[in-house]
């Protein structure tokens, strides 16, 4: 192995280490992961899924609620709303 490829992938390495210590400092600061991933610029599926493979802990803050059209009709439904 040439010297430039051991510093790619220590410089991949890094990177990656990089980013799982800013995400879990964002976990420790006690904000959502929606509010987590629009600061860091990324989806929160891109954001979740990183969590999931690195194996991050992150608090839950507040549980989201779905608004989509079917689950509000369940919603209406229960309460005896047309």
């Known amino acids: 192995m040439t010297k ?19 995400v879990e400092a964002l976990a420790r600061s006690r904000i959502t992961q929606t509010e987590a991933a629009h600061e ?7 954001l979740n899924r990183f969590i999931q493979i690195n194996e ?5 803050i507040k549980q989201g609620v779905k608004t989509h059209g079917s689950d509000q009709t369940n919603l209406r439904n229960k309460r005896g709303v047309q």
Do not use: A, M
Request: aromatic fraction near 12%; hydrophobic fraction near 30%; avoid cysteine.
């Open 56 to 60: 991050i802990h992150w608090p839950v």
């Open 40 to 46: 860091l610029g990324v989806s929160l599926q891109t």
């Open 4 to 22: 430039f490829h051991s510093k790619w992938y220590d410089l991949r390495d890094r990177q990656r280490q990089e980013r799982i210590e800013q």
